[in-house]
């Protein structure tokens, strides 16, 4: 889900992080996000095997 209302400032820092993720390699190019009409409509979660991610994590701090 992308909010629409950001605040111009956080559209800059946002540009910004972008761009530092193009010039460090891990982006090829920046794209535009898509327009809500486009967002797939039938996503399914995949299933996992195990234990669910979040009882891992309250394990491993223990």
Same mark, same amino acid.
């Given at each position: 889900?992308?909010?629409?209302s950001?605040?111009?400032?956080?559209k800059?820092?946002e540009?910004?992080? %972008?761009?530092?993720?193009l +010039?460090?390699g891990?982006?090829? !190019?920046?794209?535009?996000?898509?327009?809500?009409e486009?967002?797939?409509?039938?996503? %399914?979660?995949?299933?996992? +095997?195990g234990?669910?991610?979040? !009882?891992i994590?309250?394990?491993?701090r223990r």
């Amino acid at each position: 889900m992308q909010p629409e209302s950001k605040t111009a400032e956080e559209k800059v820092r946002e540009e910004q992080f %972008m761009q530092s993720l193009l +010039e460090a390699g891990l982006l090829t !190019e920046i794209t535009p996000p898509l327009p809500p009409e486009k967002w797939p409509k039938n996503r %399914m979660p995949i299933p996992i +095997e195990g234990k669910p991610i979040s !009882e891992i994590i309250i394990e491993e701090r223990r």
